[in-house]
């Protein structure tokens, strides 16, 4: 079965579900060599708090539905009480110094998530700010910014729902869920027609996009008619002869070498989307911090 990504990733935000498995799971590696001694051993048990998650630098935020489920998921294992207040919602722009969410509760709760709290929503609201980087170069073009299966390991469809966060679109979430046949797969099979040939005839309706690295590739992928072609590492006069070849028949991204100067350019040529590995591979943390009020 295909992965559906609309399913979890909704408009309204990620699914409850996802984002308590998340946090339980990243819980789990801060604390599986033992409760908080620090914390424990300074703080007493029925100390109350209230802290707030504030902006360092400027970004766009991605992750809240996981930050709140880290406390509620630590709340409930510790029979604790607590109140999340969000500030801001996902995909909303912040400037440094503001609030991005308030937590009240025990202090030993509160400081036990911290850290969680923090890489979660400091490595998501990276990818969304940097995403948002990127569709505001691509600027008025019709051309979408898209993701790659270039991401952190267990953390790809929360990278992936942060992408959409900043405004930029998935490609497929794994490897079941679209075909994408490279030049290795080509390799094998012997050409370009071969491949798409095969992959049709075990899965006649799947997605189905092929790398090109040339013009003449583009042409034979355009005959055996793919739902999109990659055009790898290709300058831009390239990407606008491919586009004149594709005349709207099929849709091209381009993908490889990019950079944010690029942005702009690239869109300019006519083709559909970017595609962009930095964006989960190599997004610049946004710098939060977790300030606890003074009494």
């Not at 079965?1 to 799971?25: P, Q």
């Not at 911290?114 to 008025?140: H, I």
């Not at 094998?188 to 075990?202: D, E, I, P, Q, T």
């Amino acid at each position: 079965m295909s992965f559906d990504g609309d399913a979890v990733l909704s408009a309204a935000g990620l699914k409850r579900e996802l984002a308590i498995d998340i946090a339980r799971r990243t819980l789990d590696e801060d604390l599986q060599w033992g409760p908080d001694i620090t914390t424990r051993a300074t703080i007493p048990a029925g100390q109350r708090g209230v802290a707030d998650v504030v902006a360092r630098q400027p970004g766009t935020i991605a992750g809240i539905p996981v930050a709140a489920a880290v406390v509620e998921v630590l709340a409930e294992d510790q029979h604790a009480g607590v109140e999340v207040t969000p500030a801001v919602s996902d995909g909303d722009r912040v400037a440094a110094g503001a609030r991005v969410m308030t937590v009240a509760g025990p202090l030993r709760t509160l400081l036990t998530a911290e850290r969680t709290l923090l890489n979660l929503l400091s490595q998501l609201s990276g990818v969304a700010t940097l995403t948002a980087a990127w569709v505001d170069a691509v600027g008025d073009h019709d051309c979408q910014v898209r993701d790659t299966r270039k991401t952190v390991p267990g953390l790809r469809i929360l990278q992936k729902y942060a992408v959409r966060c900043g405004g930029g679109v998935n490609h497929r979430m794994g490897l079941g869920d679209a075909a994408l046949i490279k030049d290795n797969h080509v390799a094998a099979a012997g050409s370009v027609r071969a491949a798409y040939a095969a992959v049709r005839a075990m899965n006649p309706s799947i997605s189905c996009e092929i790398e090109c690295d040339t013009l003449d590739q583009v042409r034979e992928a355009i005959e055996v008619g793919p739902d999109l072609i990659l055009l790898d590492n290709m300058d831009t006069d390239r990407m606008r002869q491919a586009v004149a070849l594709a005349g709207g028949r099929v849709k091209l991204e381009a993908s490889g070498g990019l950079t944010l100067d690029d942005a702009a350019a690239v869109a300019a040529t006519g083709v559909d989307y970017i595609a962009i590995g930095e964006l989960t591979h190599s997004a610049p943390v946004l710098d939060l911090g977790f300030d606890l009020r003074s009494r």
